[in-house]
């Protein structure tokens, strides 16, 4: 399986930006096509898709949310941050199944 | 609006099995692949089954083959998760989540999420 390591947590303050990082085991991109995608956890709330192939805001999302990288080195920018970003975000791969998810990063406020 | 609604869950014994249903409404459900993730508590995201939009591919992830069974029934706007032989680490929120329409192959990213079942497996 692919394993997705992202850090525990990042704390940051409002009206700053913010990078989360996610890095594979092995690459997830197919040709140009980077497959990760990026998660909003809030408490209390089921995850809902901010970014998909690495790059691609879903539908609804603020263009404040940003998705950049390919074959194992993948981020996720938000900037700038406000308070309704405090969450856990996760990445996640479908180039190989099983998909995976990585552990989580919760953001902070500093 | 996308709209996924599970029910079923609860607490259980172990050995015991379940049946989790997700109720979809505004979509095509018969055009979309459907999956069940489910997260423990406190902890991470866990892909359990896909089931594509006919029911032709169906895949499983190790830690469940053999004992969970996903199912759907397009008729009706609805996926299910038969559970068996539950044991102590299945206990967690259960989400029903709609296959990316981006998706490439057969690993899909996950476009729409319900507000998930709890299941507890407990003596």
């Known amino acids: 399986d692919i394993v997705l390591t992202q850090s525990p947590a990042l704390a940051v303050s409002l009206g700053q930006r913010a990078t989360i990082s996610c890095r594979a085991s092995?690459?997830?991109?197919?040709?140009?096509?980077?497959?990760m995608h990026w998660y909003q956890q809030k408490p209390g709330q089921q995850p809902k898709l901010l970014i998909y192939?690495?790059?691609n805001l879903a539908s609804g999302i603020p263009a404040r949310f940003s998705g950049s990288g390919s074959g194992t080195d993948f981020t996720l920018t938000i900037n700038p941050v406000q308070a309704d970003d405090i969450a856990t975000y996760y990445c996640?791969?479908?180039?190989?199944?099983?998909?995976?998810f990585g552990g989580g990063t919760k953001l902070e406020l500093k | 609006e996308v709209q996924l609604v599970e029910s079923g869950g609860g607490l259980v014994q172990p050995g015991r099995s379940l049946k989790l249903s997700c109720l979809a409404s505004?979509?095509?459900?018969?055009?979309?692949?459907m999956n069940w993730i489910r997260q423990a508590p406190g902890k991470g995201l866990e892909w359990v089954a896909s089931?594509?939009?006919?029911?032709?591919?169906?895949y499983y992830a190790d830690t469940v083959k053999g004992r969970f069974t996903i199912s759907r029934d397009n008729a009706k706007n609805t996926l299910y998760l038969q559970m068996t032989s539950l044991r102590s680490e299945d206990t967690a929120l259960y989400y029903c989540?709609?296959?990316?329409?981006?998706?490439?192959?057969?690993?899909?990213?996950?476009?729409?999420w319900g507000q998930g079942v709890m299941v507890t497996v407990s003596s």
């Open positions: 989540a709609r296959q990316g329409i981006h998706t490439m192959g057969i690993t899909a990213y996950f476009d729409y």
């Open positions: 505004g979509f095509t459900f018969s055009n979309y692949g």
């Open positions: 089931i594509s939009s006919s029911s032709s591919y169906i």
């Open positions: 092995q690459s997830v991109s197919i040709s140009r096509y980077n497959l």
């Open positions: 192939r690495a790059s």
């Open positions: 996640q791969q479908s180039r190989e199944s099983p998909p995976t």
